[in-house]
């Protein structure tokens, strides 16, 4: 079957760096994407990538590694607004978006 | 302008009844989704539609139906809602042409069943 494994909850401090891990076991790889969901709102798109390596997009970054089937979001310089779920989200061979539950983030003072 | 809208946002109803969810985007975007998002926050996709024409649909009960007049709107009809209807769903756009095809959503409809 298909797969997205990210931790349930993480808790971080204001000012601080936070990794999200999200791995994966898919049929067969066409990106990967991180979306952020405030509590009672929509998923917002914040990164994609389908070549490994690291994408930096701000305070914002995000990892690949297609060998090893898996990702990581990486957060600089948190902020309280920051406090929010992440959901990791995988296109397969057919294009089909496979999500994971999602990371909720909470960030202390 | 909100991109993708939908309506209403909140829908409290009687297990049995029927009702509808409606979504427009004005993106021009040519494909159109349903999700469904639990209680344990796993979004699901339920059906898929390019340009009109269905291209997702995974195992969802009958009752639901999908409906897109144009490619700017795609409409939930659910007919003998059920308690394990109750979730959010959230409509979403996205061209499927491009290569990342970024979904957009919706602000999310929150069913609950009583």
């Known amino acids: 079957g298909q797969n997205i494994d990210q931790p349930t909850e993480m808790t971080a401090t204001e000012g601080a760096i936070v990794q999200i891990n999200c791995t994966y076991q898919t049929s067969g790889f066409n990106g990967l994407f991180w979306y952020q969901q405030h509590a009672g709102e929509a998923p917002t798109f914040l990164s994609y990538n389908v070549l490994d390596g690291l994408e930096e997009k701000g305070r914002f970054s995000s990892f690949?590694?297609?060998?090893k089937g898996y990702s990581y979001l990486l957060l600089k310089e948190l902020q309280m607004k920051d406090s929010a779920s992440y959901l990791c989200a995988v296109k397969d061979s057919n294009y089909q978006l496979i999500w994971g539950a999602g990371t909720k983030l909470i960030i202390k003072p | 302008d909100t991109a993708v809208s939908q309506t209403p946002k909140y829908l409290v109803t009687q297990m049995g009844n029927d009702k509808s969810i409606k979504c427009e985007q004005n993106l021009g975007h040519d494909t159109m989704y349903w999700y469904k998002?639990?209680?344990k926050k796993f979004?699901?996709?339920?059906?898929?539609?390019?340009?009109?024409?269905?291209?997702?649909n995974e195992t969802v009960p009958n009752r639901f139906s999908p409906k897109s007049p144009?490619?700017?709107?795609?409409?939930?009809?659910?007919?003998?809602?059920?308690?394990?209807?109750?979730?959010v769903y959230f409509c979403a756009s996205s061209n499927r042409v491009s290569g990342a095809n970024v979904l957009t959503f919706g602000a999310g409809s929150r069913l609950t069943v009583l």
């Not at chain 2, 979004?43 to 997702?56: A, C, D, Q, T, V």
């Not at chain 2, 144009?70 to 979730?87: P, Q, R, V, W």
């Open chain 1, 64 to 67: 690949l590694s297609r060998s």
């Open chain 2, 37 to 39: 998002q639990d209680s």
């Open chain 2, 43 to 56: 979004l699901k996709i339920m059906f898929s539609y390019n340009n009109k024409e269905l291209i997702i």
């Open chain 2, 70 to 87: 144009d490619k700017a709107h795609l409409n939930l009809h659910i007919n003998s809602l059920e308690l394990g209807d109750s979730a």
